[in-house]
């Protein structure tokens, strides 16, 4: 009988799971796709994430990249790896949540996995599956040879290939763009009409250079042996193509909301206000047709957004909520937010005062916001890392102008090791100096600081040097011995 069983394991779950262990609970992950975080693996490679490094950091450990306002796809999912191997989180893939019931002493909680249906018993649950990727299915016939594909990690997939994509939001755009690109002739088909990106100056060049074409208001949209068949304003027309790319973005999802239903932990009338949640981000898009400001725009938002505080601090039926549900930037943004209502929910499971920097997970997008630098260093999560300096080809990457930014330098050589070795800074050559292995955050700071101001001076310093991959961190060093 596991403590707490967390249903998905997106940057919300691991950190509910990294929670569990931190307080002594016996927690497990599962997850529907075939590694943690299938659902950012499943954004384009390189993407760069709007958020700053920090707001995807659990417990403040520092999350090592090249640029920290630049933070890519891969580092994120590089970080949250080492953060299961360091914490020894205990994740099962494979596993999708099908069914709830009550047993003795707690929850038996039903998963579909490779091997058919298997139980799990629990005392609680805490859910943060939220949204999915919109699998919206086309009219086919089987014996078709088109490849159908719901998301786009890379053009190399796709090369020498004719593609068909369709979707009218950032998503489709923006596989659109990576195909141009890389030299490809595309066809995008939107349901509706252009909007703001499709006429973006250096869009259209692209579509001009690759002879591509967006085609408006294309219905009734079925794949045939050989392409896609489609009718606009009332005229059959026919594309031949091998692949098709749908980006329907993300939607709620429904089925586990309505396991929760039947199960009683809501009801019908929150249930239907659920569906009908639409996040801020969505809302502003939709301005120009109304006079409202964006801070109507956002008051109306968050007055219209469920409350779900009792699925935080007491939970329904041992169920807890965490995660995008629970701010108005819902699927599209406001990871630090969804991280911070993890943890609070397993503080309250441990009858603590939640300590997270959310006031109360009630709906505003204020919360999202977490200015430059003034996130709050939790020290204690990081004085036992022992730091290592990095000498790496593709990961010292200290760019030009983090050079100029940071320390007024300029050098057109990346190479770490020459900016270590060339860096008047002391204090900074003997931070690497210390960074041997041997010594820990604490051991480096008692060795270098000597006033409470020192301290802090020199944590931010250490942040930063993370946060240009000049050190780096091993899983292995924490004292919890090799994997079992
Ligand atoms: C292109 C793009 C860029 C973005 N950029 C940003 C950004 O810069 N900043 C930001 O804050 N946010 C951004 N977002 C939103 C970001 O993806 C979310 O904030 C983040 O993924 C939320 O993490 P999560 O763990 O709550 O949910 P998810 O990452 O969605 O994780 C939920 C997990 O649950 C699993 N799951 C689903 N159903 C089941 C089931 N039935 N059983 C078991 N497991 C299940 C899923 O496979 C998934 O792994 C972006 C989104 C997109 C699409």
């Known amino acids: 009988m596991f403590d707490v069983l967390i249903i998905g394991c997106g940057p919300t779950g691991i950190a509910a799971l990294a929670e569990c262990k931190a307080n002594g609970l016996k927690a497990v992950g599962i997850e529907m796709g075939n590694k943690p975080l299938s659902n950012i693996s499943k954004y384009p490679d390189g993407l760069v994430f709007f958020s700053p490094a920090e707001q995807f950091q659990i417990f403040d450990i520092p999350l090592d990249c090249k640029n920290r306002k630049e933070v890519s796809k891969e580092e994120v999912l590089f970080y949250y790896s080492r953060l299961i191997n360091r914490y020894r989180l205990n994740i099962k893939c494979n596993y999708s949540f099908v069914g709830i019931k009550e047993c003795q002493n707690g929850l038996e909680v039903l998963c579909r996995t490779e091997n058919g249906v298997e139980t799990i018993n ?12 919109n699998e919206v299915k086309l009219e086919s016939i089987k014996e078709t040879k088109v490849k159908i594909y719901y998301h786009f990690n890379n053009a190399i997939e796709f090369a020498g290939k004719r593609v068909i994509i369709i979707g009218s939001g950032i998503s489709a755009c923006e596989a659109c763009v990576f195909l141009m690109m890389s030299g490809q002739q595309i066809r995008l088909l939107l349901r509706g009409k252009k909007n703001d990106w ?21 219905l009734d949209i079925r794949v045939h042996e050989s392409g896609i068949c489609m009718k606009k304003d009332d005229e059959t027309y026919s594309f031949d193509c091998e692949a098709i790319i749908i980006c329907a973005g993300q939607a709620l999802n429904v089925d586990s909301l309505n396991i929760f239903r039947e199960f009683n932990v809501i009801d019908k009338e929150l249930f239907s206000q659920l569906c009908k949640v639409e996040p801020y981000s969505k809302i502003l898009r939709k301005r120009k047709t109304t006079t409202l400001t964006s801070q109507a725009l956002l008051e109306e938002t968050i007055k219209n957004w469920p409350d779900l505080q009792r699925y ?19 699927s599209a943004a406001g990871i630090r937010v969804s991280i911070n209502t993890a943890i609070s929910v397993v503080k309250f499971i441990c009858n603590r005062d939640s300590l997270a920097i959310i006031k ?26 022992k730091p290592y300096p990095v000498k790496s080809w593709t990961r010292n990457t200290f760019s030009v102008s983090v050079l100029e930014d940071d320390y007024g330098m300029l050098s057109t050589k990346t190479e770490s090791s020459y900016y270590l070795g060339s860096k008047k800074d002391r204090l900074i050559k003997k931070i690497f100096r210390l960074s041997n292995g041997d010594n820990s955050i604490r051991d480096i700071l008692q060795k270098c600081c000597d006033t409470e101001e020192d301290v802090k001076k020199l944590v931010l310093l250490l942040y930063h040097l993370f946060y240009h991959n000049g050190l780096t961190w091993f899983p292995d060093t924490f004292g919890f011995g090799a994997p079992k």
């Open 122 to 133: 629990t005392k609680r649950v805490i859910f943060t599956a939220w949204f999915n990727i």
């Open 198 to 218: 499709h006429n973006n100056k250096s869009f259209k060049r692209l579509l001009e250079i690759t002879e591509s074409e967006v085609i408006e208001e294309a």
């Open 312 to 330: 935080v601090t007491t939970g329904i039926k041992g169920v807890y909520f965490a995660g995008s549900i629970l701010h108005v930037g819902a």
């Open 360 to 385: 109360s997970p009630a709906p505003t997008l204020g919360q999202n916001l977490v200015k430059e630098n003034s996130h709050f260093i939790d020290m204690s999560a990081i004085l036992d890392i």
